[in-house]
Structures are given as structure tokens and as C-alpha cells.
Nanobody, 115 residues
Framework: QVQLVESGGGLVQAGGSLRLSCAAS????????MGWYRQAPGKQRELVAA???????NYTDSAKDRFTISRDSAKNTVRLQMNSLKPEDTAVYYC?????????WGQGTQVTVSS
């Protein structure tokens, strides 16, 4: 059974940085896009960043110029480097990977940015 394990969340002051990692375990091949969603209290889940199998990336407007997504396809890992964090970035962050047409999800990791 495939599992996505996230790490790297935590508490940071505004202006600080965090790096989230997500690694897939189990029998994995032909992963397509990978990325990160987040969900803040009382808000809908939103896509933060995505990276396709060819390395092209996509960011939500609020993450552009601050966040960088990267992947290591050989290790089935996706990372999100978050700089210049703001209190509005506070949320639970979920990684995902697309295997054929199925979405695989991580368990979520809390990111809290204090002002």
C-alpha cells in the first residue's frame, strides 16, 4: 500500500522560512504531477503549488516569488521551500501525488506563522 509521509511543518515567526517534504513509500511508478494544497480554519482547501512530471511548475498567486516547489522523481519526493512566511500562510499543508488517475494524499502537516 502506498503512503505519503510529510515532514517539516511547525511554528515560525513572520518573515521566516520552512521546508516541507513529502515522500512516497510502497510500490510507486509512473507518478505524474505532485504538489501541495493547504487548508486554513474555516476556509476551503486551496492549491498552493504543483509540479508536473516534466518539471513545469504552477503556483497560487500568494505563493509566487516566496515558495519554491521541487521534486526528486527517483526518490518519489516532493518538497516545498517557503520563504518570507506570513501569518496568512497558517494552515494545514497536504501533499499529493497523482498515480495514473488516482490522487494520493499525505496526512497533513501544520504550519503556523506568528506575527
Amino acid at each position: 500500500q502506498v503512503q505519503l509521509v510529510e515532514s517539516g511543518g511547525g511554528l515560525v515567526q513572520a518573515g521566516g522560512s520552512l521546508r516541507l517534504s513529502c515522500a512516497a513509500s510502497g510500490s510507486i511508478f509512473r507518478l505524474k504531477a505532485m504538489g501541495w494544497y493547504r487548508q486554513a480554519p474555516g476556509k476551503q482547501r486551496e492549491l498552493v503549488a504543483a509540479i508536473s512530471s516534466d518539471g513545469s511548475t504552477n503556483y497560487t498567486d500568494s505563493a509566487k516569488d516566496r515558495f519554491t516547489i521541487s521534486r526528486d522523481s527517483a526518490k518519489n519526493t516532493v518538497r516545498l521551500q517557503m520563504n518570507s512566511l506570513k501569518p496568512e500562510d497558517t494552515a494545514v499543508y497536504y501533499c499529493y501525488m497523482i498515480r495514473f488517475t488516482t490522487y494520493l494524499w499525505g496526512q497533513g502537516t501544520q504550519v503556523t506563522v506568528s506575527s
